[in-house]
């Protein structure tokens, strides 16, 4: 039988012998954090993905950030951390489901929400992710936008840049969308000396109330830096134990219990020892006119970032 930390030092041991790089999103547990060689959120993983030296990369998320790293990576084995473990928000809208909208609304510019397969994208224009949507939408050339699949970070996106005609389509992350405003009211009467930090994921009635609205990697930046002592968190409840181990020295309150998602919970630490000992996970293939034609989509958004 292992303990934790045993079973850390295994796969340490493993991933070094197999040259594999383990990328964990900042929902996976700490044990888990503890053994990656990067944690962060999607912009984050996307940008690690291209630069990773191994030979292997195992992806400890949902299937739409491993079929990421695998097109911006493809000649890297690319494995997921868990088969089941797929992203509700991405398989809400098909192909077809675009080719409708865009006739629907010829000369608009589609950009894609990071959560969605590899094969929506071959249909969009440009990706974002949570933390790079406003300077993506920003720096767009044309004035419309298509915005899917998740209309609440649409329309978040909106708020911050008024200048774009921005089209919203029903979607989003069944996760942050449950959290109600009436939670948001009744916790901050609980706790009214906490800032309340929340994903764009989120109803805008409760993204509307926070004090600050960023992805994964910025609430848990923006909690260390604050001057404030306490913190109600609007994300799925992981961070809540992350920023705890991080800022021993301040509170952290979930704002719903209920703000828990099952596929970024589905991987354990056994499970990770088992990819990197080469008997478990899943490898991901694609086929290659999507990579090619998926990795448009995600390259338009990584040179706009970067210039
Ligand atoms: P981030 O962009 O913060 O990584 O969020 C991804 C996600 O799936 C949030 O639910
Ligand atoms: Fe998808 Fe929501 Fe889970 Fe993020 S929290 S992986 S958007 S279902």
Known sequence: MFTTKALQEEIIRL??????????????????????????????????????????????????MAETVKILSPDKKVLLSHPQAGCPMAEQMDVETVNQLKESYPGYTVAAYINTTAELKTACDVCVTSSSAVKIIRGLENKDILFIPDCNLGAWTASQVPEKNIKLVEGGCPVHAGIQPETVESMRRLYPEAELLVHPECLPQVASQADYVGSTTGIMDYAKNSGARAFLIGTENSIVQHLQFACPD???????????????????????????????????????DVMEKARRCIDAMLQMERG
């Open 15 to 64: 991933k070094k012998e197999n040259d594999i790089c383990i990328l964990a999103h900042a929902y996976q547990s700490q044990d888990i954090w503890e053994v990656a060689d990067y944690v962060g959120d999607s912009y984050g993983l996307s940008l690690e993905a291209a630069k990773a030296g191994q030979t292997s990369v195992l992806m400890c998320g949902v299937r739409f």
């Open 250 to 288: 301040k509170q952290f309150y979930a704002l719903s219990k209920d703000c828990t998602c099952n596929n970024m919970r589905l991987t354990t630490l056994m499970d990770v020892y088992h990819c990197v000992k080469g008997d478990g996970g899943e490898e991901v293939r694609l086929p290659a």
